[in-house]
């Protein structure tokens, strides 16, 4: 029973730990969202969160490693205790307040609700503080790392080595594993069908504010109405602490993001995801393309016989192509490199990889 436990709670943190390090840069995504104004503001971590992100799924995964491998057994469940304590605050506050949809537990591999994982770091908490009474007095805790046996320092070190391949691929490229909804084979079209066919429901909730008293109340857009208390002009609805709650789970993709607008404004996503084959180029970040850069994405996509189209967070980064705007989260979604390149086939993406090498080739 004792092992049963040690070797489930050991690989759940490896397979969270490796999933995040397939896409440091993706989970770094996630931690801004944690940092930013709206959740804890401390908006000077922002710039960290790819640092942390990879200090984050190393100690995960590597934690999930000696407890697999029975090193320092009591010093490593003490960690993962810590570790446990501080995720089950972030997913409670996450799901309590409504702030962060997805926690990003496991990255894009697989989706939790913040309530869910909120469960699931409980039952975590709970078995290693059961594993910290069952291995109170064993032995081979008190065994020194460095002696912890040939085999088991191997193991380790081979861990090592191979965290820090993924996590460096992760970085300095597209991760080697594709998780995310924007794999290639991916249908957009079809996909962007399943969302309309079955969308999500949501309820507005207002927070109103008596002028003469300064009581606070919340409640629906429908009672709102239909109690007539918007004809007390009393009663003043306090905007930014409106907020939408999921009534109705619909098909859910972070597809549904994928919206261009062209230079006069126009929503061009159907005309585009219709072409028969297009070469897309894609920044979030066109302040960090240098002049010459620009310049060689625009002479070699206009070498194309396909049909191209560049896509940015600002109007004026491309200028020789046909190009239009997108939100930057919805961007860097598609891929993590800045810029790349996305082809597409009648709504099918066929091809993606980071420019800088699509434009060597």
Not at 46 to 51: N, W
Not at 65 to 80: A, D, E, G, Q
Not at 221 to 241: R, V
Not at 263 to 268: N, R, S, Y
Request: aromatic residues 12%; contains cysteine; glycine residues 4%.
């Amino acid at each position: 029973m004792r092992r049963f436990i040690r070797v489930f709670v050991a690989i759940v943190f490896i397979i969270s730990g490796f999933v995040k390090a397939v896409d440091p840069v993706g989970f770094s995504f996630k931690l801004e969202e944690y940092f930013s104004p709206s959740v804890f503001n401390i908006p000077f971590l922002e710039k960290l969160a790819l640092p942390i992100a990879i200090l984050v799924v190393t100690v995960e995964f590597l934690l999930g490693v000696l407890l697999l491998l029975k090193i320092r057994i009591k010093r490593t469940l003490r960690s993962l205790l810590a570790i446990c304590i501080f995720f089950a605050f972030l997913t409670f506050y996450s799901a309590y307040f409504n702030v962060v949809t997805d926690c990003g537990c496991f990255g894009d591999a697989l989706k939790m609700t913040p309530w869910t994982s909120f469960a699931k770091d409980m039952v975590l908490l709970v078995l290693i503080a059961i594993l910290l009474v069952m291995y109170k007095h064993d032995e081979s805790n008190k065994v020194h790392f460095l002696k912890s046996g040939f085999p088991r320092m191997t193991l380790f070190l081979l861990s090592c080595i191979f965290l820090t391949v993924i996590i460096l691929k992760g970085i300095l490229g597209e991760p080697y594993i594709d998780f995310r909804d924007y794999k290639i084979d991916t249908d957009l079209k079809a996909e962007k069908a399943k969302i309309e066919a079955n969308p999500s429901e949501y309820e507005v909730f207002y927070t109103l504010k008596n002028t003469k008293t300064g009581e606070e109340k919340t409640m629906s857009q429908n009672d709102y109405l239909s109690t007539n208390i918007w004809k007390d002009e009393t009663w003043q609805i306090e905007s930014d602490k409106t907020k939408e709650k999921l009534k109705k789970q619909g098909y859910d993709s972070t597809i549904k993001n994928f919206k261009i607008t062209d230079a006069d404004g126009q929503d061009v996503t159907d005309q585009i995801l219709n072409e028969p084959r297009i070469v897309m180029i894609f920044t979030y970040k066109p302040e960090k393309l240098s002049k010459e850069l620009i310049n060689k994405i625009e002479n070699g996509l206009l070498s194309k016989k396909s049909k191209v189209y560049a896509v940015s967070t600002q109007e004026n980064t491309f200028t020789k192509v046909p190009h239009g705007t997108m939100d930057g989260t919805a961007i860097k979604t598609i891929a993590r490199s800045n810029p790349f390149v996305l082809i597409l086939e009648k709504g099918k993406i066929v091809f993606k990889q980071e420019a800088k090498d699509y434009f060597n080739n």
